[in-house]
C-alpha cells in the first residue's frame, strides 16, 4: 500500500515537472519570437563554415536592421547575394561610400567576395549566435513543416492542460474523501460523548 502511495507520489511530480515544463517552453519561445520581430531582428541558421570559428555551422544567429551608413569595417552583416534571395553572412572589410557598396570575407576563405555587396541588399548586422540552434529554428521556420510544427505546440498545450486538470480533480476528490472522513469522525465522536458524560 505505501509503495503504491510513492509510486503515484513520484508519477505525481514527474507529471507536474513535465506540464510546467512544456508550458513554460512554449511560453518563452513565443515571448522570443514576439520580441525579436518586435525589436526589428530576424533569425537564420549559418549553413556554411566560411565564418567559421566566428559563426559555426549550424548556428542561429539574430541579425538587427541597421542604416547602411551605420556599418563599419570588420561588422559583420547578412545581405541578399543575388535574384534568388540567397543570403549570405560575411564580414565587410572595406567600404565604398561613394558607390554605396561594401567588400566582405568570410573568415574561412582565402580572399575576399568576387562581387561587392550594395548597402541596399543589406538585411542588417550580426548582432549575436548560439551555436547548435540554427538545425532546430530550420526545422521550425520551414514551409513544409508548418502544420506539423503548429500541432505538435498545440499537442503539448493542451496535454499540459489536461495534465493540470486531472491533477486539480483528483486533489479535489481527495479532499472531499478527506474532508467526509472528518465528517464521520466527528459524527462517532458526538455518539460516544453523552455514553461518556456520566463517568467519574
Not at 549566435?129 to 540554427?134: D, E, Q, R, S, Y
Not at 538545425?135 to 498545440?154: F, H, K, Q, W
Not at 481527495?174 to 460523548?193: C, P, R, V
Amino acid at each position: 500500500m505505501c509503495s503504491s502511495s510513492k509510486s503515484k507520489n513520484i508519477l505525481n511530480t514527474i507529471g507536474n515537472f513535465l506540464s510546467t515544463f512544456i508550458t513554460a517552453v512554449i511560453a518563452f519561445v513565443a515571448i522570443a519570437f514576439v520580441l525579436i520581430r518586435l525589436m526589428g531582428w530576424n533569425m537564420f541558421s549559418v549553413d556554411s563554415s566560411s565564418m567559421t570559428p566566428k559563426l559555426p555551422v549550424n548556428s542561429l544567429i539574430t541579425v538587427q536592421k541597421i542604416d547602411p551608413q551605420e556599418i563599419k569595417v570588420g561588422d559583420i552583416v547578412t545581405y541578399v547575394l543575388n535574384n534568388n534571395n540567397i543570403l549570405v553572412t560575411h564580414r565587410v572589410v572595406e567600404i565604398d561610400s561613394a558607390k554605396q557598396t561594401f567588400t566582405t570575407k568570410g573568415d574561412a576563405n582565402a580572399s575576399n567576395d568576387s562581387a561587392p555587396v550594395h548597402w541596399g541588399n543589406v538585411v542588417g548586422k550580426v548582432v549575436f549566435c548560439v551555436p547548435g540552434l540554427g538545425t532546430p529554428l530550420r526545422i521550425i521556420t520551414a514551409e513544409e513543416n508548418r502544420i506539423a510544427v503548429i500541432s505538435v505546440i498545440v499537442g503539448l498545450f493542451l496535454l499540459s492542460l489536461f495534465w493540470d486538470i486531472l491533477i486539480k480533480n483528483k486533489s479535489k476528490k481527495e479532499e472531499d474523501k478527506q474532508s467526509g472522513t472528518d465528517i464521520q469522525a466527528d459524527n462517532i465522536t458526538e455518539k460516544l460523548a453523552p455514553q461518556n458524560s456520566g463517568l467519574q
